[in-house]
T-cell receptor, first 112, second 112 residues
Framework: DAKTTQPPSMDCAEGRAANLPCNHS???????VYWYRQIHSQGPQYIIH???NNETNEMASLIITEDRKSSTLILPHATLRDTAVYYC?????????????FGGGTRVLVKP | EADIYQTPRYLVIGTGKKITLECSQT?????MYWYQQDPGMELHLIHY???????EKGDLSSESTVSRIRTEHFPLTLESARPSHTSQYLC???????????FGPGTRLTVL
């Protein structure tokens, strides 16, 4: 699986958009970008994933650069309940393996 | 919202007791997983299953055992709990050829 690099932490104002960057310069052509988050003491929660096109769902938007070496997760209107650790993971969609490798992630603190 | 459940959410027991952590999902997913996570640390895969009667050990050695008699259930058992087993145990599931894993809320186990 390709390695990802994320900032260790960032703050965001409540009601504003939160833009979370992720670098994955060694990504392969068949690897997807996945985003999960883990709110304190809870199980990780799937947010979104994409291959090369931008994706949007009810939780967030995912913007992937044209060369696919980096991506940005956008929480359009951050709330206090979005405070969590956000993980960017790169993986083939139908991998033979099983585990998800959660690196350090970005600890996001949404402030009032 | 993922339909995957874990019970109990919290468990405090004495050394030497036998315990079973329950995990069930109503999504019909073939693949299920158990992860172990200490506070502030990464998730480590300890068991997984491809389907009924299939169980495999994960990356992190664990004294626990699992069974998969029914698609929707994947219980984890510790025959004799020890303080070193104190941790959070997270169950997840996914469709057969998809990497999107859906996590339960976790069981926080404390062995005294």
């Amino acid at each position: 699986d390709a390695k990802t690099t994320q900032p260790p932490s960032m703050d965001c104002a409540e009601g504003r958009a939160a833009n979370l960057p992720c670098n994955h310069s060694t990504i392969s052509g068949n690897e997807y970008v996945y985003w999960y988050r883990q709110i304190h003491s809870q199980g990780p929660q799937y947010i979104i994933h994409g291959l090369k096109n931008n994706e949007t769902n009810e939780m967030a938007s995912l913007i992937i650069t044209e060369d696919r070496k980096s991506s940005t997760l956008i929480l359009p209107h951050a709330t206090l309940r979005d405070t969590a650790v956000y993980y960017c993971i790169v993986r083939v969609e139908m991998a033979a393996g099983n585990k998800l490798t959660f690196g350090g992630g970005t600890r996001v603190l949404v402030k009032p | 919202e993922a339909d995957i459940y874990q019970t109990p959410r919290y468990l405090v027991i004495g050394t030497g007791k036998k315990i079973t952590l329950e995990c069930s999902q109503t999504m019909g997913h073939d693949k299920m997983y158990w992860y172990q996570q200490d506070p502030g640390m990464e998730l480590h895969l300890i068991h997984y299953s491809y389907g009924v009667n299939s169980t495999e050990k994960g990356d992190l050695s664990s004294e626990s055992t699992v069974s998969r008699i029914r698609t929707e259930h994947f219980p984890l058992t510790l025959e004799s709990a020890r303080p070193s087993h104190t941790s959070q145990y997270l169950c997840a599931s996914s469709e057969w050829q998809r990497n999107t894993q859906y996590f339960g809320p976790g069981t926080r186990l404390t062995v005294l």
